[in-house]
């Protein structure tokens, strides 16, 4: 397809173009709202997911595999919950050449499903807590202009966790360290964010309160890119998941859910990526250096051979290596391995046999540094994080500059138009909210808060719309 070397003026097509030219996502299937993962884009998608594995086994979850089709019934237990999501959902209703007398719903998210299991599970207090989590696809028709990843019919790659307690102490806890747990991951794959606490009107269906964390693109726009819900006792009441209590009193569990999904790869494409395609950090790299020998006839031999001990003493430390020793020009191997995002490509030609030397050029900036061969090693694994250091500051400086305060629904509208997001004070107040969306037709994302998950002081006395006290810090900007 060729990718349009436009990531900052022609956003959705840099991005369409480059999920398939860099082998990550084919959203070609005949299908509209699905794809297929490549090899490529599934290796990176296993380094992500794989870390934040690490982080829910560190925290004592365990993985589990529940079925795709939920009984109408069971979905229907939880009225709010269903309310929101019955307008999205996929019914089967045949089997074969039959009518199903009892219709199943392919699943939008699995509380209904879990919740039932976790009623016969939990008992007693001594049954919790019950941790588990989930790599599935979901379901749900979307009505909306499909987007490869961040809206999808068939979500392929949701990661969702479940958790359920005998107090709303040991809850509310679980919640602020699933929120820690998204920004280690975030952090740890240099992804600015906006962390929020969603709206009344926004929250999770049968949530008592909704976290978010939302990231910038290019664009201007945010993508939500993870959520944590405190579920309370609603799901628990819904499905009769009762415990004995070590009082000897009975009570409904209180539970907590939350989930990220393939966003996370957009976010990362979205966060690093330039004109000339992926940039990846090391760290999630499936290739961490590719080897480009700059061949003259009269040197092949020797450049090869140069070329394959470099490969030899970087696999010896465990990195992944490929030795490009195609009949490709070295332009065009130069364009495919920026257009993969490999973080170091390593040049050897004539001029370094002779010095004894390798030229070592990073995929962010694609600047070029030539080290003696007896300090290659060192001197890659030092690159390697200069370049994780540079790309995150990178893109905190994109994030901070994409922010700006507004004193006036005028402003917001200006702010945003400009491909920003726009912070305001507001009092809190719920019709507050819909004039202010009335009024510019934007997103309202939610109460701002602080890293530590506390509000954010106002800064005004007033609310930017109607006048009265602010009580809160309100994110509005376009989103997807």
């Known amino acids: ?206 949530a008592e309160y909704t976290i978010a964390f939302d990231a910038i693109m290019p664009n201007g726009r945010t993508l939500q890119i993870g959520t944590v819900h405190n579920l309370g006792q609603n799901f628990a009441k819904a499905f009769e998941i009762i415990v004995d209590m070590p009082d000897g009193s009975r009570d409904y569990v209180h539970q907590m859910c939350f989930g990220v999904s393939g966003r996370v790869i957009t976010a990362i494409m979205a966060t690093h990526g330039d004109d000339h395609g992926l940039v990846l950090l090391p760290e999630i790299s499936p290739i961490d250096a590719v080897i480009v020998p700059i061949i003259y006839k009269e040197k092949e031999k020797e450049i090869l051979e140069a070329s394959r001990k470099v490969k030899e003493l970087l696999e010896s430390e465990g990195f992944k290596v490929i030795l490009d020793d195609t009949d490709d020009t070295p332009g065009s191997k130069f364009y495919k391995w920026e257009l993969k995002g490999v973080p170091i490509r390593i040049e050897i030609g004539p001029r370094d046999v002779e010095n004894e030397t390798v030229t070592l050029v990073r995929r962010d900036t694609l600047e070029k540094e030539s080290v003696k061969l007896s300090e290659c090693l060192d001197e890659f694994k030092d690159l390697r994080v200069k370049i994780t250091e540079d790309l995150k500051k990178r893109a905190r400086e994109f994030f901070e500059s994409k922010i700006e305060e507004a004193d006036t629904i005028e402003q917001v509208k200006k702010i945003v138009n400009e491909g920003k997001v726009a912070i305001v004070d507001w009092c809190g107040e719920e019709s507050c909210a819909a004039e202010i969306e009335e009024e510019t037709g934007l997103t309202l994302l939610g109460i701002k808060l602080k890293e530590n998950g506390e509000h954010e002081k106002p800064k005004k006395l007033k609310c930017v719309n109607c006048g009265k006290e602010s009580k809160y810090r309100l994110i509005i900007s376009k989103s997807y």
């Open 1 to 206: 397809m060729g990718v349009p070397r436009k990531k900052w003026s022609k956003f959705t097509g840099w991005y369409e173009n480059l999920l398939i030219d860099a082998g990550i996502y084919d959203h070609r299937y005949p299908l509209k709202g699905a794809g297929v993962w490549m090899p490529y884009g599934y290796q990176i998608r296993e380094k992500v997911y794989g870390y934040l594995k690490k982080l829910h086994h560190k925290n004592n979850y365990y993985e589990v595999l529940f079925p795709t089709l939920i009984p109408e019934d069971l979905f229907k237990k939880e009225s709010e919950h269903v309310a929101s999501f019955e307008k999205e959902v996929f019914w089967v209703t045949r089997g074969g050449a039959k009518e199903l007398q009892k219709k199943y719903v392919l699943r939008p998210t699995s509380e209904t499903a879990m919740y039932h299991m976790f009623s016969l599970w939990a008992k007693s207090y001594t049954d919790l807590p019950i941790k588990i989590f989930q790599v599935v696809s979901v379901f749900r028709y979307e009505t909306k202009a499909t987007h490869p990843l961040y809206r999808e019919r068939e979500v392929t790659t949701f990661f969702e966790s479940h958790c359920a307690f005998s107090t709303k102490e040991e809850n509310e806890k679980e919640v602020k360290m699933a929120v820690e747990m998204y920004k280690n991951l975030f952090d740890w794959l240099g992804i600015p964010y906006l962390l929020s606490k969603r709206p009344d009107w926004d929250k999770f269906p049968g």
